[in-house]
T-cell receptor
Framework: EAGVVQSPRYKIIEKKQPVAFWCNPI?????LYWYRQNLGQGPELLIR????????DSQLPKDRFSAERLKGVDSTLKIQPAELGDSAVYLC????????????FGQGTRLTVV | AQTVTQSQPEMSVQEAETVTLSCTYD???????LFWYKQPPSRQMILVIR??????QNATENRFSVNFQKAAKSFSLKISDSQLGDAAMYFC???????????FGQGTILTVHP
């Protein structure tokens, strides 16, 4: 069974440019998470989806970040415009749904904003 | 809000020896899960072990075991017979029933010396 797939693995962009990350969760997993991980720190939740509904986006900087999960499967996270402080690893994870008994992570996208 | 604290930024151990990583958490919930994740340089978050709060018996997975002290809100990870492949960043995480997300600690870098 395929795990959580993210692309791209690396992205380097200039500040003020847009960038998008893509995530394909494990088949059948209703819950999808986007986390941001700064260097040397633990991941912090940006947004959580239950199917296609964003149920927790309180930590998402909505002035520049947006996300969507069409049809409750794949998800895209976008930053526009990117700032230097957005340099981080962006992790996508999925779980079957309901309470968090286990979350499965993708390999993440390392974003560098120059 | 739930918080997770890992007070050891770095730990080291000799190959074949035993090491214990510490984690404390704060919650008002009575039912929850606790996790230890391993993150090697490849960035892939890998679940090491999981503990259900309502189970008094400590979880064990091969060389990995936990010491779960619910009243003290403590959740330590013991790695026995350490191997070079155990070297990674280890994260303690909390998964509650009221909040469908994982809350991570700051991480502990584990170095294994041959």
């Amino acid at each position: 069974e395929a795990g959580v797939v993210q692309s791209p693995r690396y992205k380097i962009i200039e500040k003020k440019q847009p960038v998008a990350f893509w995530c394909n969760p494990i088949s059948g997993h209703n819950t999808l998470y986007w986390y941001r991980q700064n260097l040397g720190q633990g991941p912090e939740l940006l947004i959580r989806y239950e199917n296609e509904e964003a149920v927790d986006d309180s930590q998402l900087p909505k002035d520049r970040f947006s996300a969507e999960r069409l049809k409750g499967v794949d998800s895209t996270l976008k930053i526009q415009p990117a700032e230097l402080g957005d340099s981080a690893v962006y992790l996508c994870a999925s779980s079957p749904g309901g309470r968090v008994t286990e979350a499965f992570f993708g390999q993440g996208t390392r974003l560098t904003v120059v | 809000a739930q918080t997770v604290t890992q007070s050891q930024p770095e730990m080291s151990v000799q190959e074949a020896e035993t090491v214990t990583l510490s984690c404390t958490y704060d919650t008002s919930e009575s039912d929850y899960y606790l996790f230890w994740y391993k993150q090697p340089p490849s960035r892939q978050m890998i679940l090491v072990i999981r503990q259900e709060a309502y189970k008094q018996q400590n979880a064990t997975e091969n060389r990995f075991s936990v010491n779960f002290q619910k009243a003290a809100k403590s959740f330590s990870l013991k790695i026995s017979d350490s191997q070079l492949g155990d070297a990674a960043m280890y994260f303690c995480a909390y998964g509650g029933t009221s909040y469908g997300k994982l809350t991570f600690g700051q991480g502990t870098i584990l170095t294994v010396h041959p």
